[in-house]
């Protein structure tokens, strides 16, 4: 007989993190795109997460925290990923059988200039875990349902200057 652990088969979740987001990127665009086609554009070449659309007005998107971008006035980034998502399968629960973000999940997050010194870069934050009561750490899609997370970190590991 042989045993196998489920642990050992289940894979870690990778949350989606949609690419950075800057102020000179959306100046650009603001040259030749409506802010409707902005808005677009930023949904269909992944600078959102999937399923998420901005509607608010264009000059406060960052102020929202719906990107992934660098804040200079708090030296500080906004991280923005995808929630772990699936089916519910408790019985008693008024979502079972419909897929559902797992707040569960602990999150350990690593920022880095280097992906190659991932293992030895210290976390900025370990054993993160969202409470149902976290809502301004939540995004949520159209339907209200919870699509991603987003949240500021201001220790980061530089490469180049070999520290946090």
Known sequence: ???????????????????????????????TLTPDEIKTRLADEGYLLNSYTYAGDLAEIFNQNVVFHWNKNSNSINLVWSAFRRKDIDVNSLTYNKIIADLNTHYDITITDDYNALGEVPAAEENLRFESSSTNDFLFNSNGDIIGFKRGFSKYYDNTCQGI
């Open 1 to 31: 007989m042989l045993y196998s652990p489920s642990e050992l088969r289940i894979t870690p979740t990778k949350p989606v993190i949609p690419k950075p987001t800057t102020q000179a990127m959306l100046d650009e665009w603001k040259l």
